[in-house]
């Protein structure tokens, strides 16, 4: 029984390589619904311009002993975010589509949600929550697009782990907090 090559006849790849040549680096192969893939990704692009606004906002209006620390994480979060949207950016460029950055109805398009906070706790907790939301939808989507769109896929999966970290580096802080106020009221009651 002879055994199948590994790649197509490539003088056919070829072919196909010229026949559709303005479609850049969409070509046959790539089996995944194209128009849904831009969507999702700008509503991830959304997603991620409200998540910059939102960690900037907590690293400018930070306040209290543990500020100093925290607004670093905030600021470092934030320029993770825009380096997230950028990319998603210019993948959704490279599938044929137009990334959205109008600000008109950017909170619709965004998973997660514009929430200020007034202390400190406060936007430690919408932040972890905005991650948590991050998780679940980067998950799903890397779900949808699996085997269809490998660059997606493998796009979402490093934004996903860089998301996990944020979610884990908040819960951290969080915990401190708390544990430090438990210290203080051994200490003062």
């Known amino acids: 029984m002879a055994s199948k090559p590994f790649l197509?006849?490539?003088?056919?790849?070829r072919s196909r390589a010229r026949k559709h040549i303005e479609e850049g680096a969409v070509t046959e192969s790539y089996q995944a619904d194209r128009e849904t893939v831009i969507r999702l990704l700008n509503e991830a692009l959304a997603t991620e311009i409200v998540c910059v606004l939102r960690y900037?906002?907590?690293?400018?209006m930070a306040q209290g002993i543990h500020s100093d620390p925290i607004a670093q994480e905030f600021l470092q979060h934030?320029?993770?975010e825009q380096g997230h949207a950028d990319q998603i950016a210019a993948r959704i460029i490279q599938l044929g589509g137009a990334p959205n950055f109008s600000p008109d109805g950017l909170l619709t398009r965004s998973h997660s949600?514009?929430?200020?906070?007034?202390?400190l706790v406060d936007m430690i907790k919408?932040?972890?929550?905005?991650?948590r939301v991050a998780i679940d939808t980067y998950t799903e989507m890397i779900h949808y697009v699996g085997e269809k769109d490998i660059t997606t896929r493998r796009m979402l999966e490093s934004i996903l782990a860089v998301e996990e970290e944020h979610a884990?580096?908040?819960?951290?802080?969080?915990?401190?907090i708390e544990k430090d106020w438990k210290t203080r009221d051994r200490k003062t009651g």
């Open 56 to 60: 900037k906002r907590h690293y400018f």
């Open 78 to 80: 934030a320029n993770d």
């Open 8 to 13: 197509t006849d490539i003088q056919e790849i």
């Open 113 to 119: 949600e514009y929430v200020e906070g007034t202390t």
């Open 168 to 176: 884990d580096d908040l819960a951290s802080f969080l915990a401190d």
């Open 126 to 131: 919408e932040d972890l929550v905005a991650e």
